[in-house]
């Protein structure tokens, strides 16, 4: 396995497909890779997650998604958790259409994420990713301050 970058690190540049290079290093596989054979109920200690949201908070949007990807393939299927973590995926995705200047689709993808957290959040999801309001909120201003890049 590769070795962890620090939790300070970020890549050169947020990826934007088709408009700048992809990340070519090991870091973000060996961050997704945090999530193998971890129980469900550890997944909020590993790397995955927490770059993940870190990536969501500092405008990564295409990094979040996939290092949090991991985290949600490895959830227990239809789960309180899996659902809001697949909210915030879908939110990076809607971060990620924006800057991109693609707003129909950041649209559609906001509505998405609004669906999906809600649903998690009103079925018992957020201590079980030790997350509160404060956090969804501070991940919804993210994506709603980012910049056209």
């Known amino acids: 396995m590769e070795q962890l970058p620090p939790a300070e690190w970020r890549p050169p540049h947020a990826f934007q497909p088709g408009r700048t290079p992809e990340h070519a290093g090991p870091e973000l596989a060996a961050i997704r890779a945090t999530v193998d054979a971890v129980p469900a109920d550890r997944l909020t200690t590993t790397a995955a997650w927490t770059f993940g949201l870190d990536f969501l908070r500092d405008g990564y949007f295409w990094e979040a998604h996939e290092v949090l990807e991991a985290v949600w393939l490895a959830l227990p299927p239809n789960s309180a ?69």
């Open 81 to 149: 958790e899996r659902v809001l973590c697949q909210g915030l995926i879908q939110l990076a995705n809607a971060g990620l259409k924006k800057v991109m200047q693609r707003e129909t689709a950041a649209a559609r993808l906001r509505q998405i994420a609004t669906d999906r957290i809600a649903e998690g959040v009103a079925r018992g999801g957020l201590p079980g990713l030790g997350l509160g309001q404060m956090d969804i909120k501070g991940f919804w201003q993210a994506v709603e301050q980012a910049k056209y890049a």
